[in-house]
């Protein structure tokens, strides 16, 4: 191991020695490096590692090879499910155009359906008010009708009215002159009653007085 590490160190100061040895390019920072030899010596670096880090690089080779299946996966995943969104999607608009298509055609049914029932319902209501009217304009007849009867029956009762009160009127008139005429022909006949009963009496009188005188004559 520890020559292992040695190796490892050799190997790498010479790299530094070349790089810091090798020719610079004008007017830049860069170096101009012999390829072959650098190659050799990074083959060299290669072989030198210890078997944990080559099975390590193996590793992180296997984790990208991983990593790109991993990667192809995912892009394969991703166009599948792109895929199926796309058809979910498509499925989804065609589901939608069909409900619109469904809601629209319930939408003219039940509006065609409201328009008849509003078109019914006014109909039943101007066959109403027509009947309301014409109910009304005989209730308004008949009861026109019945004012003119009392109106009229009013009048006839007040004419009969005047009509017993001016016979009442004459009847008190003609009744009070029978009175008037039956009292002078009672105090009339009661004069002539008692003048024929003075009449009487003074002829009974003076026979009284004849009858006294002869009683008195001897």
Do not use: W
Not at 23 to 47: A, T
Not at 61 to 81: D, F, H, M
Not at 117 to 130: F, M
Request: aromatic content about 2%.
């Amino acid at each position: 191991m520890t020559e292992v590490v040695y190796r490892l160190y050799e190997t790498v100061d010479e790299l530094t020695t070349v790089i810091e040895n090798a020719r610079s390019v004008p007017m830049s920072s860069s170096c101009m490096v012999p390829r072959d030899h650098l190659l050799d010596l990074l083959d060299d670096l290669r072989e030198s590692l210890p078997e944990d880090v080559q099975a390590a690089g193996a590793i992180v080779e296997q984790r990208t090879e991983i990593l790109q299946q991993a990667q192809a996966e995912a892009e394969r995943l991703t166009g599948r499910t792109r895929g199926e969104s796309d058809q979910l999607l498509n499925s989804a608009r065609r589901q939608r155009d069909e409900l619109l298509g469904t809601a629209r055609r319930q939408r003219d049914e039940l509006l065609a359906e409201a328009q008849a029932q509003a078109e019914e319902l006014l109909a039943d209501a101007e066959v109403e008010a027509d009947r309301l009217i014409a109910e009304g304009r005989a209730q308004r007849e008949a009861l026109i009708a019945e004012a003119v009867l009392e109106h009229e029956r009013l009048i006839t009762e007040t004419e009969v009215y005047r009509g017993a009160v001016s016979r009442a009127d004459e009847l008190g008139a003609q009744t009070a002159a029978d009175v008037a005429r039956m009292r002078a022909e009672v105090d009339e006949y009661v004069d002539s009653r008692l003048a024929d009963f003075g009449t009487t009496l003074e002829r009974m009188l003076r026979s009284v007085e004849k009858a006294r005188t002869t009683l008195r004559e001897p």
